[in-house]
């Protein structure tokens, strides 16, 4: 489950981070110039891209334990997204 989460997170991040270059959505997401991007329909925020930080895989941190421990944009209350937040993106672009 812990793997689940974690993939989770890094996907959305990693969907987020090529998903901004495209103009459709440049009027939906709102970057806040913080690291982070606010869902101007849904009114979620979200985690711009990753922290840049290589973890060990021997020491996997949950995406849970690492939204926990979250301080990004003045916000501290990070968790992670619902399945039905996920779908309201509305991704139709694929980054790669």
Known sequence: MKSLKVFLVLFVAFFLSGLF????????YVDNADGTV???????????????????MDRPVSAADYCGQ?????????????????RDMEITYLPF
């Open 70 to 86: 979250l301080t990004l944009g003045d916000n501290d209350d990070w968790r992670l997204p619902r399945i039905d937040e996920l």
């Open 21 to 28: 270059t495209v103009s459709c959505f440049a009027a939906r």
């Open 38 to 56: 606010t869902d101007t329909k849904t009114k979620l925020m979200w985690q711009w891209g990753d922290d840049g930080e290589m973890r060990p």
